[in-house]
């Protein structure tokens, strides 16, 4: 069963997922800049040792990981680590919502149903 959020709660949530995104995409950065470089790399040596950069992106990978792991159990809800889109699951006159956050913004200031996504959001 999820956990329900008010707003009051997940805005209080919001100290606690802040510097976790933003430490997910200053990771996800980085993995993105040593692309070039390590892709090649994977597919040639899998299982060989790779490289210095194969080893940094597994690290970083496995870096990523525990903080998703860490903003899941918030009872939030990561839905996409490039725009920094969370979800809350929440009431909203007794049926299921999301109130939803973007790392950009400065509170929570939208929800919208389950199912219409980032682009069903409907001011609170």
């Not at 070039?36 to 990978?61: C, D, I, R």
């Not at 956050?101 to 001011?123: C, N, T, V």
Request: contains cysteine; proline residues 5%; hydrophobic residues 40%.
């Amino acid at each position: 069963m999820p956990r329900y959020f008010t707003l009051d709660e997940a805005t209080a949530t919001l100290a606690v997922i802040r510097p976790l995104l933003a430490e997910i995409q200053e990771i996800r950065q980085a993995i993105l800049e040593k692309q070039p470089e390590v892709w090649p790399v994977l597919a040639k040596a899998a299982g060989n040792g790779g490289s210095q950069a194969a080893n940094q992106v597994e690290t970083e990978f496995h870096r990523l990981n525990q903080l998703v792991h860490r903003l899941q159990a918030t009872g939030a809800v990561l839905k996409d680590i490039d725009l920094g889109l969370i979800d809350f699951p929440g009431l909203r006159d007794g049926r299921e919502i999301y109130l939803c956050w973007k790392f950009d913004e400065d509170r929570i200031r939208y929800w919208h149903d389950l199912d219409s996504g980032f682009a069903g959001r409907q001011p609170l």
